[in-house]
Nanobody, 126 residues
Framework: QLQLVESGGGLVQPGGSLRLSCAASGSTLDHYTIGWFRQAPGKEREGVSCISIGGDITYYADSVKGRFTISRDNAKNTVYLQMNSLKPEDTAVYYC???????????????????WGQGAQVTVSS
């Protein structure tokens, strides 16, 4: 059974950076598409980014494009979300999610994913 654990969240000032990690256990990530999602208080969950099994296909929400970068290190069984130029509106709980596939693809639709982490709080405030 795949388990995901996010880390790296915290409090940062506007314009600052954080790197979230999504570490997997119970299985290797080689055959899992990974997505990052976030949910702010009172708002619906939204897709932030996703990465295919080979890492060659990535997508970003328009709101984070150019500021966030998703990457994966299958040898370390970990996926990362580098977040730069953070804004107060990036404040949310961030979740990583996984879906087993052999297809080189990824989607930012929450219903596609089968395994979810517990979430990491990111707060952007001065």
């Amino acid at each position: 059974q795949l388990q995901l654990v996010e880390s790296g969240g915290g409090l940062v000032q506007p314009g600052g950076s954080l790197r979230l990690s999504c570490a997997a256990s119970g299985s290797t990530l080689d055959h899992y598409t990974i997505g990052w999602f976030r949910q702010a208080p009172g708002k619906e969950r939204e897709g932030v980014s996703c990465i295919s099994i080979g890492g060659d296909i990535t997508y970003y929400a328009d709101s984070v494009k150019g500021r966030f970068t998703i990457s994966r290190d299958n040898a370390k069984n970990t996926v990362y979300l580098q977040m730069n130029s953070l804004k107060p509106e990036d404040t949310a709980v961030y979740y990583c999610a996984a879906h087993m596939t052999v297809q080189p693809m990824c989607v930012m639709f929450g219903g596609y994913y089968d395994y979810w982490g517990q979430g990491a709080q990111v707060t952007v405030s001065s």
